[in-house]
């Protein structure tokens, strides 16, 4: 699998560390929430977005969309 960092182009996929679904946060007084956000996980077959970190480029935090099935890669962004 190949990424495109928006800063470094098109690198392969052993560049980068994957981090992660990108989840929103919930609200700050919301524990149910909370406790769903900190210990449970889907595991989806399909398109997902998920944090990644340039680990041997420029150290950028990106969000990635893509699919787990076919391995498309829809988007890549600079996380904010
Ligand atoms: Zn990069």
């Known amino acids: 699998m190949r990424l495109t960092c928006p800063l470094c182009g098109e690198r392969d996929r052993r ?3 994957y981090q992660g679904a990108a989840l929103e946060r919930p609200e700050a007084d919301d524990p149910a929430a ?8 889907e595991n989806p077959a399909g398109r997902v977005r998920d944090w990644w970190f340039h680990e041997a480029g420029c150290g950028a935090w990106l969000i ?10 829809y988007g890549v962004e600079l996380a904010e």
């Not at 909370?34 to 996980?41: A, F, G, T």
């Not at 990635?64 to 890669?73: K, L």
Request: aromatic residues 20%; charged residues 35%.
């Open 64 to 73: 990635v969309e893509r699919d787990t099935v076919t391995h498309e890669i």
């Open 34 to 41: 909370w406790d769903s956000y900190v210990h449970l996980r």
């Open 15 to 17: 560049e980068f560390y």
